[in-house]
């Protein structure tokens, strides 16, 4: 693969305030770059080139998209800026979550898209994780899949009725979730700070960026064609065809899917605006005694809790513990990401011995205001997707499945999502600091829930 210049990656305010270190230098420390496969040999968009069907983004939303247009038939071409898995697809905890996130209800789905869309969101989201790890063993991809299942522990007794609820409402849906007790999630964790947990077997972790590549190498395979290092900088219709511009060619396209999620640079401002990009600090530690996992994770899941600054944790092979999460303060953070979110860890599991950072590395995810996916339309035949809000894994292999039926012909009924314009927040370019800044409220929140213990 040729050296890559990574220009054009816009830090947001946060990041800049932070001091942070170039993007590319900060996925290149990342563990998972460290042992991930190499992807599939790409060359740089130049000159212009002709598709039916252009997907702007290599990350899962985009290459599972791309993937399964081409086993459909289509004529596909991906444009990444970067790499494949350059952005949160590639710098994430590696978790595979067929859930929704803690605040989100299912109650909530239905009111904000309607039963019918929401059956479909929901059964399409419980078997996402099947999804993932179905694509793995059918394209061979080697990324350390471990579908042991997925645990999501309650921080406090006041959490129980809504564990109870969550559970019953799964196994409503048909969905094999499991409620576990109090004993059992904490034999389940290693920690006696929690209280009981919500299992689902079908979910599990991975190493992301691996996962990426070889989606990316599935893609390849089943004929799209891929450009790297092909920042899209213009999009524009002319007559019955869009036309998407870089900095060394053009793509023209009878269609277009954006999956840039929070790394688009201002190609499509509006739809760009309605998301809050969020930037999370990753850390391996150093390889720990293979004894600890009789008592840590004993069964190879992974954990992430129902704190509001939830604390999420998982082995690698090689015997890491990978963790991580939101820093409030920006100022500093670049160092200070390094040892906060390992001395939550030693704190909940005092089993385990002084941790230091081998890795870190710093990512940017982005949510939409009500937690969900969206799809909207940016003109004839041209629509920008979000399925990331922190369940990136699962959630977006799976949409980009089923925005792949649907561009292929599906019907508007078939889609989990309805089609809508873009609704930008207020202040967007202040949008990267909401999250920091509402940190302290989520944390006193949490103690409040702890006092109630």
């Not at 009789?294 to 015997?319: G, H, Q």
């Not at 002084?354 to 949510?367: H, M, N, P, Y």
Request: proline content about 6%; aromatic content about 8%; overall charge neutral.
């Amino acid at each position: 693969m040729p050296e890559i210049a990574h220009k054009g990656y816009r830090p947001t305010i946060w990041e800049e305030l932070a001091g942070a270190p170039h993007p590319s230098l900060s996925f290149q420390s990342s563990f998972w770059h460290s042992v991930a496969p190499a992807g599939p040999a790409a060359q740089r968009l130049a000159g212009e080139a002709r598709t039916e069907i252009a997907v702007v983004g290599g990350g899962f939303l985009g290459l599972s998209a791309a993937l399964h247009l081409a086993e459909a038939g289509r004529t596909v071409t991906l444009l990444e800026a970067d790499e494949a898995g350059f952005g949160a697809s590639g710098r994430n905890t590696g978790f595979v979550v067929p859930n929704l996130l803690t605040s989100v209800d299912l109650d909530d789905v239905r009111g904000e898209f309607g039963a019918e869309k929401a059956d479909l969101l929901l059964r399409m989201l419980g078997e996402s994780g099947e999804l993932v790890f179905d694509l793995i063993r059918r394209h061979g991809i080697d990324c350390w899949a471990k579908q042991t299942g997925w645990m999501q522990p309650i921080h406090s007794p006041v959490k129980r009725d809504w564990l109870e609820e969550r559970v019953r409402r799964w196994q409503d849906l048909g969905r094999p979730v499991k409620l576990l007790s109090r004993e059992e999630a904490v034999a389940e964790t290693g920690s006696e700070a929690y209280h009981g947990a919500f299992l689902d077997p079908t979910g599990g972790h991975l190493n992301p960026l691996a996962f990426v590549r070889g989606l990316a190498a599935a893609a390849v395979k089943a004929g799209v064609t891929l450009f790297i290092d092909s920042r899209a900088k213009e999009i524009g219709r002319h007559g019955a065809e869009w036309r998407l511009k870089t900095d060394h060619g053009t793509l023209v396209a009878d269609k277009v899917l954006l999956a840039t999620n929070g790394t688009g640079g201002g190609l499509a401002p509006r739809a760009e605006g309605t998301q809050f990009p969020i930037t999370l600090f990753q850390v391996a530690t150093q390889q720990l005694d293979p004894d600890l996992r009789k008592s840590v994770l004993p069964n190879d899941r992974c954990s992430a809790d129902t704190r509001k600054e939830l604390i999420a944790y998982r082995w690698t092979d090689d015997n890491r513990i990978v963790t991580g999460g939101l820093l409030g303060n920006p100022l500093g953070s670049t160092d200070r990401g390094r040892s906060y979110h390992l001395r939550r860890l030693e704190a909940l599991l005092p089993q385990l011995p002084e941790l230091r950072a081998d890795f870190a590395w710093q990512g940017r995810i982005a949510v939409a205001r009500n937690y969900m996916p969206r799809l909207m339309r940016l003109g004839d035949g041209a629509f920008s997707a979000i399925a990331c809000n922190g369940r990136g894994i699962a959630m977006t292999t799976a949409l980009g499945r089923k925005l792949a039926l649907w561009l292929d012909g599906g019907s508007n009924e078939d889609l989990p999502l309805p089609v809508t314009d873009p609704d930008p927040v207020l202040f967007p370019k202040l949008a990267p600091l909401a999250f920091s800044l509402w940190l302290p409220f989520s944390r006193r929140q949490d103690a409040r829930d702890l006092r109630s213990s």
